[in-house]
């Protein structure tokens, strides 16, 4: 399982850039619904192969009320899981309607430990020189000026979608 991991603080554009990787507009309130509702899309990957990217969160986990714990077993109960998947994270740990949620770096170990392969990074930052303590991280500037498509297709070269 290869995955491709967009992380930030708030309101740093993540939920835009993948809206524009995959053209999906529509919103999952909850955890049932991602059960309900899979959403693949096709990239093309270093190889010039196109693989099947399964988009699996819109929001961050963190927002979806999603433990580390509960995406690992949603993603694993699938028929045929998928070998690459989008999501959306978090960097910092937050508290959303008394659910109190990890920061990025503990779902990426979860991730890790369960044989899943972190294959990039995008951090969204608002300065640079700022970055995400991982290996396979760039930082991509959001200065809120810059236009979601520009970064979209920043963040998709950085992950070799071509």
């Not at 990239?43 to 690992?72: A, C, H, M, N, W």
């Not at 960097?91 to 890790?112: D, S, V, W």
């Amino acid at each position: 399982m290869n995955v491709y991991l967009i992380i930030g603080d708030a309101n740093m554009g993540k939920t835009s850039v993948v809206r524009k990787l995959s053209g999906f507009y529509e919103k999952f309130e909850t955890l049932e619904e991602h059960k309900l509702n899979d959403l693949r899309f096709n990239v093309t990957i270093l190889s010039g192969e196109k693989r099947s990217v399964l988009l699996q969160t819109y929001d961050s986990l963190q927002e979806l009320l999603i433990t580390p714990e509960e995406f690992y077993e949603l993603i694993s109960k699938k028929k045929v899981p998928p070998q690459n998947i989008l999501v959306c994270l978090r960097r910092k740990g937050t508290t959303i309607k008394k659910h109190k949620l990890p920061n990025a770096i503990t779902y990426l170990e979860y991730f890790k430990n369960k044989g899943w392969n972190i294959e990039k990074i995008a951090f969204m930052s608002l300065k640079e020189g700022k970055s995400f303590p991982y290996e396979q991280s760039k930082t991509i500037v959001n200065d809120r000026k810059t236009p979601i498509d520009k970064l979209a297709k920043m963040v998709k070269k950085y992950f070799g979608w071509n």
